[in-house]
């Protein structure tokens, strides 16, 4: 079965650092993968998806995510934060080449949430 | 990507009671996702529904408490039947769209 693992549950860093959130994957074929953000009390919005092609994708708000077939791993980068990126991120695994009941499934990773101090 | 409008987006109910969420979108799409996210945890599947079929569960999930309905390409209804406490969560629903996975605004459900 499908699992995504995203190790930091609570991250914290300084306005305009730079920015890394982990995320791996588990998964039995060539894996669609996702980053959310979710502000609080905001549904869930999509900063990316890796679907094939270019293993470096770029989103939006200036993020970017880096696929590793290798490490099984989905990392999201931004190179200067912002105060307004404060918000919980969710890495997910899309099951977009199952048959039968499971087709599009996505599985989420347990989030991780950023604090951004001025 | 498509649009959904997700409707109540905030509710408080007693126990024993039930809530019915709604889900509609600006473009036809064959599947829709239900998401169950318990507070300070992460989304997990409820079912998936197509339209004309009876809506699929994952483990741990029963249509007699989350009965689905899914009447045409663009509706879905979610309901948490005999609610309690520990059903306070927030209630997604999703649709593969275009451009990957598209998510509704979100139901916090509250209830005492």
């Known amino acids: 079965a499908q699992s995504v693992t995203q190790p930091d549950i609570h991250i914290t860093v300084s306005e305009g650092a730079s920015l890394e959130l982990r995320c791996n994957y588990s998964?039995?074929?060539?894996?669609?993968l996702f980053w959310y953000v979710q502000s609080p009390g905001q549904g869930l919005q999509l900063l990316l998806k890796?679907?094939?092609?270019?293993?470096l994708v770029q989103g939006i708000k200036g993020f970017e995510a880096e696929f590793k077939r290798s490490q099984s791993s989905f990392n999201l980068r931004k190179p200067s934060v912002h105060w307004s990126d404060a918000a919980e991120y969710f890495c997910?695994?899309?099951?977009?080449?199952?048959?039968?009941?499971?087709?599009?499934?996505?599985?989420f990773g347990q989030g991780t949430i950023l604090t951004v101090h001025p | 990507s498509a649009v959904i409008s997700q409707k109540p987006s905030r509710d408080i109910c007693q126990r024993g009671t039930s809530l019915t969420i709604q889900c509609q979108v600006d473009?036809?799409?064959?599947?829709m996702f239900w998401y169950r996210q318990q507070p300070g945890q992460s989304l997990t599947l409820i079912a998936t529904a197509n339209q004309g079929s009876e809506a699929t569960y994952e483990s741990g999930f029963v249509i007699d408490k989350f009965p689905i309905s899914r009447p045409n390409l663009t509706f879905s209804t979610l309901t948490v039947s005999n609610m309690s406490p520990e059903d306070s969560s927030i209630y997604l629903c999703s649709v593969v769209s275009g451009y990957g996975y598209t998510f509704g605004s979100g139901t916090r459900l509250t209830v005492v």
């Open positions: 997910a695994v899309g099951d977009l080449n199952a048959g039968g009941t499971s087709y599009g499934k996505l599985t």
């Open positions: 473009s036809q799409v064959t599947m």
């Open positions: 998964y039995g074929a060539t894996p669609y």
């Open positions: 890796y679907f094939s092609g270019d293993t």
